[in-house]
T-cell receptor, first 118, second 116 residues
Framework: AQTVTQSQPEMSVQEAETVTLSCTYDTSESDYYLFWYKQPPSRQMILVIRQEAYKQQNATENRFSVNFQKAAKSFSLKISDSQLGDAAMYFCAYRSPISNFGNEKLTFGTGTRLTIIP | DAGVIQSPRHEVTEMGQEVTLRCKPISGHNSLFWYRQTMMRGLELLIYFNNNVPIDDSGMPEDRFSAKMPNASFSTLKIQPSEPRDSAVYFC??????????????FGEGSRLTVL
């Protein structure tokens, strides 16, 4: 079974600065999906960014980017120019290849609570 | 486009009562997931369906929990009888099924259940 580990329960960053959230995972599969979801106080789960394991290029979405190290099974999220609205719980998640019928669930890490300091 | 719709948003009930949570997935999505979120256990998958058929219910805590998906646009999660330890936020999520889409799950806003 796959596992996802987020070793930083809490992080804080000064507004406008850059912060990196860590995530490692364990799998024997060679192809898979990785995600970062954001959960603000409203509790809505919002997709921040996705990475397909077969793609070597790191995904980027505006101020959000990932550092995907497949051999090390590491998937960190970098938030540049942090804004007050970035304050939330961030969850790293793994999904088996969508061709792997019957094992489609998302496996989540325990989350990192990010605080933005004005 | 409408997202995943869950109801109720909040439910407060007394121990022993029956609770029914409802979910309408995004039209065209073939897979539906029920997750539970608590401080102690984080996000746990309870059950998921593919084309209305339950595929993995290994996360359902016990016989007090049941889930149905009578058609592609509706699912329920029922707890009977409810207990205080069932207090949690219950999320429904949907996605395209195997071989299609970008792999992400789309979540509803969650149903916060409090059992007194």
């Amino acid at each position: 079974a796959q596992t996802v580990t987020q070793s930083q329960p809490e992080m804080s960053v000064q507004e406008a600065e850059t912060v990196t959230l860590s995530c490692t995972y364990d799998t024997s599969e060679s192809d898979y999906y990785l995600f970062w979801y954001k959960q603000p106080p409203s509790r809505q789960m919002i997709l921040v960014i996705r990475q397909e394991a077969y793609k070597q290029q790191n995904a980027t979405e505006n101020r959000f980017s990932v550092n995907f190290q497949k051999a090390a099974k590491s998937f960190s999220l970098k938030i540049s120019d942090s804004q007050l609205g970035d304050a939330a719980m961030y969850f790293c998640a793994y999904r088996s290849p969508i061709s792997n019928f019957g094992n489609e669930k998302l496996t989540f890490g325990t989350g990192t609570r990010l605080t933005i300091i004005p | 486009d409408a997202g995943v719709i869950q109801s109720p948003r909040h439910e407060v009930t007394e121990m022993g009562q029956e609770v029914t949570l409802r979910c309408k997935p995004i039209s065209g999505h073939n897979s539906l997931f029920w997750y539970r979120q608590t401080m102690m256990r984080g996000l746990e998958l309870l059950i998921y369906f593919n084309n209305n058929v339950p595929i993995d219910d290994s996360g359902m805590p016990e016989d007090r929990f049941s889930a149905k998906m009578p058609n592609a646009s509706f699912s329920t999660l029922k707890i009977q009888p409810s207990e205080p330890r069932d207090s949690a936020v219950y999320f429904c999520a949907s996605s395209l099924a195997a071989g299609r889409g970008t792999g992400e799950l789309f979540f509803g806003e969650g149903s916060r259940l409090t059992v007194l």
